[in-house]
C-alpha cells in the first residue's frame, strides 16, 4: 500500500550573504523546487559529504 511520507519540519531563521541567497534562488527556479527544497537538500548533501576532520590536540599552545 502507498503511504504519502510527511516529514516533521522546523522553523529556524538563518543569515546568509545576498549573494548566496540570489544563487540559490536562480537554481531554485531553474530546477523548479522551493527554496526550502534547495536549502535542505544542499544542506543533507554537505553533510552527507563532511570531510572527517582531526581532533583538536589535547593541549593547544
Request: with cysteine; net charge negative; aromatic share 6%.
Amino acid at each position: 500500500m502507498f503511504y504519502v511520507k510527511k516529514p516533521e519540519m522546523v522553523n529556524k531563521t538563518f543569515r546568509l550573504p545576498e549573494d548566496l541567497v540570489n544563487q540559490l534562488s536562480a537554481v531554485a527556479q531553474q530546477q523548479g523546487v522551493s527554496m526550502n527544497n534547495l536549502v535542505a537538500q544542499c544542506c543533507a548533501y554537505a553533510l552527507a559529504h563532511l570531510a572527517e576532520q582531526p581532533e583538536k590536540e589535547a593541549t593547544e599552545k
